[in-house]
């Protein structure tokens, strides 16, 4: 089918979050995901099925990929850049309208169709982002109120944590750690801010959070208490000096 499609663009240019994403590489997908990564294995079900097709898409418009090790997928050029170009020319030779620097602030619903800015369509797809992690000056979730839609409550996921403690002096570190907490338990990289942790390993378990809870963190996952016992012994007998913060 043919359509006749406008975007309209808050910013002065489009895909400025796909721009920065996967530290400015752009992950396009990942070939390990299944529906076992997944609490709510139904959810996942559908969007797993259609990877190949999302990457056959891609490689139709000439965008070339590769893997690495642990399955995600990025563009040949390592730059996220090369996605937005090759969008941004699909959309040019599609002829597809993009109005920039254009706020949308009310969509009303007018004989079965919608009417945005003195025009009307048939339908709508409302991409506004959230609130999180970011402050805006509007709520993105008003369009929606708006029109009368059911929406389910929002609540936080993958965030990373506050903490009571200052961790000041080792903020910026990043560790290889067991991360333990609300019963569960996570490995992978951790990364110290100045009130809190972060990190891939602390996201996944972000959604078990509750207010007010104890994070043990493991930081030499691969020795026992007992081996790191002894190591530190042997290093103290060695070295008279040697002070415990060393």
Request: aromatic letters at 10%.
């Amino acid at each position: 089918n043919k359509y006749d499609i406008t975007i309209f663009e808050a910013s002065n240019k489009l895909l400025k979050k796909v721009s920065i994403s996967g530290n400015g590489r752009c992950n396009l997908g990942n070939l390990y995901i299944t529906d076992e990564c997944y609490l709510n294995k139904r959810s996942i079900q559908d969007l797993s099925t259609h990877l190949g097709d999302s990457l056959a898409f891609f490689e139709n418009l000439g965008l070339l990929t590769y893997t690495d090790n642990e399955g995600r997928i990025y563009p040949l050029s390592k730059e996220a850049n090369s996605v937005v170009e090759i969008l941004n020319k699909e959309l040019f030779y599609n002829r597809i309208k993009v109005i920039n620097n254009t706020f949308i602030n009310e969509i009303k619903r007018v004989d079965n169709q919608y009417l945005i800015k003195d025009d009307r369509y048939d339908y709508v797809v409302i991409a506004t982002g959230s609130n999180a992690g970011i402050k805006l000056n509007y709520d993105p979730y008003e369009l929606i109120n708006n029109l009368n839609f059911k929406m389910t409550a929002l609540k936080p996921g993958l965030v990373g944590f506050k903490v009571k403690e200052d961790l000041t002096d080792i903020a910026g570190v990043r560790a290889s750690v067991t991360v333990s907490a609300f019963g569960k338990k996570s490995q992978g990289e951790i990364i110290f801010k100045e009130d809190g942790v972060s990190g891939i390993c602390v996201m996944d378990l972000s959604i078990f959070k509750n207010d007010d809870a104890k994070i043990l963190i493991d930081l030499l996952p691969d020795y026992s208490l007992d081996d790191l016992l002894n190591y530190m012994h042997k290093k103290i007998s060695n070295d008279s000096k040697l002070k415990l913060h060393n």
